[in-house]
């Protein structure tokens, strides 16, 4: 949608460069005040400030505004004129007077004022209508009569009382406010308000003849019983009583939306005082001078605009061409009133002018300059487009032309939002006949925008472009900007779209076609774009109508100051943007890989650091690989590979840069997770300890795979990265920034998961003496060997079956079962059960000699692949007692379920389970709570004993179908499967014996853990 060129150019002006005016509202004859007083006289439609005299606001002049968001609703405040440095802003504090006549007489009544911005009226609902009371304003002191005059509504009151409205500010509670003392006590108004959720505003606030808010909480008198109250309530300040005497034991609830007013200043918005305000007139005329001009509508040096606006019948050479507002340096020229043109009193060498897009015959640059011919009726001259000449190596006007008819002004009336174009000299003959390229006798006279303008006047035969007075000019008449018709205007961008800005000027740009970034160490560089790198990218926010901010995604700073508050900007050839008056870039969507909000830093989920371990490694220019290891637990370069552990820092660092991306940091451990890498004493290198304070690390892209390791500390100033020194072997820290090599890492993973993920088969269970785990004659949990006791153990007594009971991609777990067997074409698994016996804890037998609990084998049976089991499933008759897992049913499970726990030892595990760790004594299986005490374990797999044979794993199967991929006996295991190019297609742990994967049509790779990739044609 194009934009009015006035409104934007308001807008940019406005912001820091503006310097209210206003004047008093002048006193006229108009709906007289009471007692015969005589009240301001406003111009219906016109804008004005409303000056507030005792608003309690720092500054020279404040004006009442409607403030949007600084309370739960649009409200009115007292703002100082500083504040007023946008348009927007300043649109807030005008006011239009709409002049309400009395119906029976067609005499003034009263006005109403209708704010700029908001379209709202001054005070909401009826009250609305004001009149002048107590005075108006003497011209020739304002300051002294301010006093003496107060705006009071008189619409909606009861006369007969003398009722009448004052603004004031009221405090209007948003949440329930309590108060219950343990004795007779006085209630004051800061204690209802302390610490409560509150809203302050200006309001129109109705007091009787005594002064006192009409309907208010009558604080004198005693509260007896509990209460409650919304509504107004009013003291002279917030220290004095709201209440008299609250009874002790007496709860008085204020209710959300009581409103207070007191006469003391308790805020920082306003004085409780009345608020007493008076009309001004706006001042608004703001001149252009060249840099700003050019720097905010013409950009680019040869981006031309055209003028628009009122049409002519006759030659109008604005409306026809597109003009530059330039500045140029020509030969020394008279600049002072009254002199002649060829005076040497003030002169200058520089002018300010309009030029012509277009050029004439000859190819010569052509300017708009006030003509000596002038249109019959008046003295009124024409207008035309002529060259400039050289005198030498200087720049003069053409011939019989002086260089002042071709200096020209503009300015913006913000009131009237209107550009008008002035010429900045006129010129007169000092006689008759003279010539007007005579210099000793033709004069000028200076010219402001006050004075004469161009404009189109209705002459005799034709309305024709001219410069007139502008006291003959309406505000609606004068010369206006349309909308920006060359390089497509205004730049408009999607809001909260990030973008790659590319250079796109090429004169003399070495950066030519490289893309802005600002750097994680805080300074601005050109380098290539990479949807990884967040440095490279910006955020464009619409802030206001066609103001955009653009900030770094990553460090949140602008790409320029303006642009870090918020600018317009305008567009350029072959579809740039202007940055400024001499660079051009291109805005690139970023692609659709960048929208990930841990865009930049390495993110490990749960699953990735618990299962895997990480190695730290540099590839210099020789394809020589260097590794982070240790030595003594000091961390040195080495050829030899070593992995660590990552662990996350348990505060995430969040919302940073434009974007809010969020970044992780972690700890790096030995595999053991017993030491982290922290700084040595002198924090000049690193070690490896279990009591120094770890260093939060974070990994933060460099390259596509390869990352930069930073101590993640608040203060980025105060950051450190980690490098490698291939010449001394050293591992040390430098200032985050200076590294100008050797900080880019690869991290390597290698599958080091705390539990095992599939441990489903048949296996004898062994402690390191090579003693096996079987059932003894009663049930129990033993180790022994081959041949001993119970009428000799047999080889099939110890080969137990391990079934998964809880798919888990970290800590699955499982069912131990001796004697296990399946039903023919089902999936219900029975046998003898390993079971933790602590509901049996009080029975004899059931404690080992050391007090702590034994495990047994108990019959159970498996249903489906629920994790529930039926305990004592022989019986011919059970009830709740015998069964565990089911809905309704009586808890347990996890006496069944157990994890298998890697060791620092390959081959040696820990058996862990919900109530503690597998442990021996005398043989004899238990359970203990200390891990340092369990028993370590090896698994040996075995052939299914024959009674077991229908439990013996199937072999996994991939079968290719129809847009699909079917995994059979896989459940418990990670497959991923990918495309011939590589991209992964699916990558999911299985939760079924029987899983079908959707997959594309064509040649697929299956990878299975723990067996070798298959590939598979899908149709």
């Known amino acids: 949608m194009n934009k009015r060129f006035s409104t934007l150019l308001a807008a940019a002006l406005v912001a820091g460069s503006l310097s209210v005016s206003a004047q008093l509202v002048t006193v006229g004859s108009a709906a007289a005040g009471p007692n015969g007083s005589t009240p301001a006289t406003f111009v219906p439609g016109e804008y004005y400030y409303l000056k507030a005299t005792e608003g309690g606001v720092t500054g020279g002049v404040e004006f009442l505004a409607y403030l949007k968001g ?16 946008t348009a927007e802003a300043t649109d807030r504090a005008l006011w239009k007077v709409v002049e309400v006549k009395n119906p029976a007489t067609g005499e003034l009544s009263h006005w109403t ?23 108006v304003p003497a011209d020739a002191n304002p300051a002294n009569a301010v006093a003496a005059t107060e705006l009071t509504s008189l619409q909606g009151l009861d006369l007969a009382k003398g009722e009448y409205y004052e603004f004031r500010e009221v405090i209007t509670l948003l949440e329930k406010s309590e108060y219950k003392p343990t004795n007779n006590a006085v209630l004051h108004g800061y204690e209802v308000l302390s610490g409560k959720n509150v809203s302050r505003s200006l309001q129109l606030v109705k007091f009787d003849k005594n002064d006192k808010v009409v309907g208010a909480w009558d604080n004198t008198a005693t509260i007896a019983a509990d209460k409650a109250f919304t509504g107004y309530v009013a003291a002279d300040d917030a220290n004095q009583s709201v209440v008299t005497v609250v009874n002790a034991g007496k709860k008085l609830t204020f209710n959300a939306g009581t409103k207070f007013v007191f006469d003391d200043a308790y805020s920082t918005m306003s004085s409780n005082d009345a608020l007493k305000i008076q009309p001004m007139v706006p001042g608004f005329d703001i001149a252009v001078d060249k840099d700003k001009f050019a720097g905010l509508i013409n950009p680019k040096k040869f981006t031309s605009f055209k003028f628009t606006g009122l049409e002519s019948t006759g030659t109008n050479v604005l409306a026809t061409n597109e003009f530059e507002y330039v ?34 015959a000859q190819g ?27 005198d030498g190596n200087d720049i003069v006007a053409a011939p019989k032309a002086v260089m002042q008819s071709y200096a020209f002004g503009i300015a913006y009336d913000y009131a009237a939002d209107s550009v008008s174009i002035y010429p900045k000299f006129t010129l007169a003959k000092a006689a008759d006949p003279a010539s007007w390229s005579d210099s000793a006798t033709v004069t000028i006279a200076t010219n402001a925008a006050t004075g004469k303008v161009l404009a189109i006047k209705q002459f005799s035969t034709a309305k024709e472009l001219t410069v007139v007075p502008v006291a003959e000019v309406s505000k609606t008449a004068k010369y206006t900007f349309g909308d920006i018709t060359p390089g497509g205007g205004v730049a408009s961008f999607e809001d909260g779209a990030s973008y790659y800005i590319q250079r796109a000027n090429k004169a003399a740009n070495v ?25 490279t990218q910006w955020t464009v926010k619409e802030v206001a ?23 317009i900007l305008y567009t350029a050839d072959n579809n740039t943007v202007a940055l400024n008056a001499t660079d051009t870039v291109k805005f690139i969507a970023v692609p659709a890989q960048a929208n990930d909000k841990y865009l930049g830093y390495l993110n490990l989920e749960e699953e990735d650091y618990r299962n895997n371990a990480y190695s730290i490694s540099f590839t ?59 700084y040595n004493d002198a924090k000049t290198g690193y070690k490896l300890s279990e009591t120094a304070e770890p260093v939060k690390f974070l990994f933060r892209n460099v390259g596509a795979n390869t990352y930069s390791l930073i101590d993640s500390v608040a203060a980025l100033a105060d950051s450190k990265e980690l490098i490698i020194d291939i010449k001394s072997g050293a591992v040390r820290p430098v200032k985050v920034g200076s590294a100008v090599a050797n900080n880019a890492f690869d991290i390597l993973v290698e599958p080091a998961p705390e539990y095992v993920l599939n441990a489903k088969g048949h296996y004898n269970i062994e402690n390191l003496r090579g003693d096996m785990l079987a059932a003894d004659a009663e049930g129990f949990g033993m180790f022994r060997k081959e041949g001993e006791l119970k009428a000799a153990y047999e080889k099939a007594d110890f080969a137990l079956f391990i079934d998964t009971a809880k798919i888990h991609a970290i800590e699955p777990s499982y069912f131990i079962l001796s004697g296990a067997k399946a039903e023919e074409g089902t999936s219900v698994l029975e046998g003898n059960f390993l079971r933790v016996m602590s509901d049996s804890i009080d029975v004899e037998g059931y404690k080992a000699a050391n007090g702590l609990i034994r495990l047994a084998f108990v019959p159970a049976k498996r249903f489906a692949t629920s994790d529930s089991l039926l305990v004592n499933y022989q019986n011919e008759e059970f009830t709740k007692e015998d069964s565990v897992g089911y809905k309704g049913k009586q808890p347990g499970i996890d006496q069944f379920q157990f994890k298998i726990q890697y060791t620092n030892t390959d081959g040696e595990y820990i058996v862990e389970n919900a109530a503690g760790y597998l442990a021996t004594y005398n043989d004899v299986l238990c359970l203990t709570s200390a891990k340092t005490g369990s028993q370590l374990i090896k698994l040996t797999s075995v052939e299914a004993p024959t009674a077991n044979e229908g439990v013996e794993i199937s072999e996994i199967a991939v079968i290719a179908g129809e847009g699909q991929v ?54």
């Open 70 to 85: 600084q309370v739960t609703t649009d409200s009115l405040a007292v703002v100082d004129d500083a504040a007023l440095t």
């Open 113 to 135: 004022f209708e704010n700029k911005h908001t379209g709202t009226l001054l005070a909401d609902g009826s009250v609305n209508a004001f009149k002048w009371i107590n005075g």
């Open 327 to 360: 500045q140029l340096t020509v030969k020394a020229y008279e600049t002072a009133n009254s002199s002649t043109v060829a005076g040497t009193s003030s002169t200058a060498t520089t002018i300010d002018v309009l030029r012509a897009k277009a050029k004439d």
């Open 364 to 390: 010569r640059a052509l300017y708009l300059r006030v003509d000596t011919a002038q249109f019959a009726g008046g003295n009124y001259f024409k207008l035309k487009l002529d060259t400039l000449t050289k």
């Open 511 to 535: 950066a030519n076609g490289k893309f802005y970034g600002n750097s994680f160490y805080g300074d601005a560089q050109y380098a290539d774009s990479a949807y990884y790198l967040p440095a």
């Open 545 to 567: 109508t066609g103001t955009y901010t653009i900030q770094n995604r990553e460090t949140g700073e602008g790409l320029t100051a303006g642009l870090a508050t918020g600018a």
């Open 620 to 678: 210099d220019y020789n394809d020589i690989t260097t590794y982070v290891n240790t030595a003594d637990s000091v961390l040195k370069a080495s050829d030899e590979s070593v992995y660590f552990k990552l662990s996350p820092v348990p505060a995430i660092e969040k919302g940073f840069g434009a974007d809010t991306l969020v970044r992780s940091a972690y700890y790096i451990s030995d595999r053991e997770g017993k030491k982290f890498i922290a």
């Open 966 to 1019: 079917t995994i059979a006996n896989a459940a418990g295991k990670k497959v991923v499967i990918s495309n011939i190019l590589g991209q992964t297609v699916a990558n999911t742990v299985l939760t079924s014996d029987n899983a079908v994967i959707a997959a594309p049509a064509g040649v697929v790779v299956v990878a299975v853990e723990g067996e070798e990739a298959v590939k598979a044609i899908v149709k």
